[in-house]
């Protein structure tokens, strides 16, 4: 039904970029830019280990900034290790800016930290309801410098924070547009290091990144709001479409060499341009339904062990998990804007042939690259089986800010078909 007073509005916002090999060298004149005199450098260990973080820890401190390193960031993070990397940076504080580097679980660790060292209350305050309180920030955050070492979360563009909910076994997420890091600064070096396994999982996060945004209920399809009522996640728009756009032209030349050939230098920059530009893309115009689902996928996860991830506990990763329905959502969502999706299979995949059915066609080609790269044959393949449907599906409904973005209506039962069809994918 068309709205009866639609939007005219939309909104776009990215940090400020620097991007480039040696740009991560430049982070100690860029932090002395603003002022600061006591920076916080937020990492995980297996990170910490490539030397990356305290290479830039030695060169901001250099510029006369004291800099102390937190290297517990926990991969795929969890209330829990979010509220440890808080404690420790109250206790140690208090802070004038943030560096986090690393893949989107530093990012997004150092993002909570910011926010509840500058605001006031605990983590699940500002978790975003059903799940939380989805209280706001009421004070500015700190400057955070945001520098990834993967290509894929986008984080060091978005306004999210995303975490696994312990207790009720589901992933949601902080959003605000205050969590937007201040810089983005993008090193293709610093991703020569990322394994396959994590090379592709990533790299699936990036397609469905632009594609659930190029995919995503237009701006202007949604009642018209109060300028306090906008949210980050408009909807597709002229400005996000062009990003989506360009990050699955990158991906079509890039995304198969970087797995199988992680050396390549020059595919290892075109993927981190494409995370780049998809978290510019679905930072303002929003995801959807895979990424709805892979929540409770990552976050109900049994005994998986991915390949080239660290061993010590289960794990779906992030960008897997929304991988593992995208095929089968987006032949759901096919008769939204049948012309986007036939688009976006012809942006991936240069020549693809149309087939008989068109609705099939994105489907195809996304079930291909999943088993070129090595991405797991649906969410069978990652322990759940049909039995599991009904509590993945109560998971998912928990996403509605992410359902709210989807081109049509996805009820109960719509969502437990397409991980019915998603147990196995080919």
């Known amino acids: 039904m068309a709205p009866t007073n639609p939007e005219t509005v939309f909104t776009y916002g990215a940090p400020q970029l620097k991007f480039g090999a040696g740009a991560s060298d430049e982070i ?67 802070w004038d800016a943030f560096v986090a580097v690393g893949g989107g679980s530093a990012i997004d660790t150092a993002k909570a930290v910011n926010l509840l060292t500058t605001n006031p209350g605990e983590l699940l305050d500002y978790v975003n309801a059903p799940v939380g309180g989805g209280q706001d920030p009421v004070h500015p955050l700190a400057p955070l410098v945001a520098v990834p070492t993967t290509t ?12 696994d909910v312990l207790a009720q076994h589901v992933k ?43 995919t995503a209920r237009p701006y202007d399809s949604y009642e018209r709001k109060r300028p306090e009522q906008r949210v980050p996640y408009c ?59 892979a929540y409770p996928i990552a976050g109900r996860v049994k005994d998986f062990h991915p390949k080239d ?28 804007s049948p012309e986007r999706h036939v688009r976006a299979a012809q942006l991936l995949s240069p020549g693809v042939e149309r087939t008989d059915d068109p609705r099939d066609l994105l489907p195809a080609v996304l079930a291909e690259l999943m088993r070129d790269i090595d991405i797991p044959n649906g969410i069978g393949a990652v322990g759940y089986d049909e039995g599991d449907v009904d509590g993945l599906v109560e998971g998912t409904l928990k996403q509605q800010r ?9 009820t109960e039962d719509d969502l437990a078909g397409i991980l019915r069809r998603s147990v196995e994918l080919w």
Not at 311 to 336: Q, Y
């Open 28 to 94: 100690g004149h860029d932090l002395s830019t603003y002022g600061v005199r006591r920076v916080l450098l937020v990492t995980d260990p297996g990170v910490a280990a490539t030397g990356h973080p305290q290479r830039v820890a030695e060169q901001v401190q250099g510029f006369g900034i004291d800099v102390v390193v937190f290297d517990r960031a926990h991969v795929e993070p969890t209330d829990r290790s979010l509220e440890e990397a808080v404690a420790f940076a109250r206790e140690s504080g208090p």
């Open 172 to 214: 949601s997420g902080i959003s605000h547009p205050r969590l937007r890091p201040t810089l983005a600064v993008v090193d293709p070096r610093l991703t020569l290091t990322q394994p396959p396994g994590v090379t592709a999982a990533c790299g699936m996060d990036i397609l469905c990144h632009a594609l659930e945004s190029w």
């Open 402 to 410: 992410l359902l709210a973005t989807a081109p049509k209506e996805a």
């Open 152 to 163: 894929g979360t986008g984080s060091e563009s978005t306004t999210v924070c995303v975490l």
């Open 309 to 336: 991830y660290p061993d010590a506990e289960p794990m779906v990763p992030h960008g897997m998990a929304v991988a593992l329905t995208a095929p089968e959502a987006f032949r759901f969502t096919f008769d939204a």
């Open 235 to 293: 909807g597709a728009n002229p400005v996000g479409d062009m990003w989506s756009e360009k990050a699955m032209s990158l991906l079509a030349t890039s995304f198969r060499t970087a797995v199988h050939h992680g050396d390549d230098e020059e595919a290892r920059g075109q993927m981190a341009l494409a995370a780049t530009f998809a978290g510019m893309g679905f930072g303002n115009a929003g995801v959807h339904i895979p990424h709805a689902n």
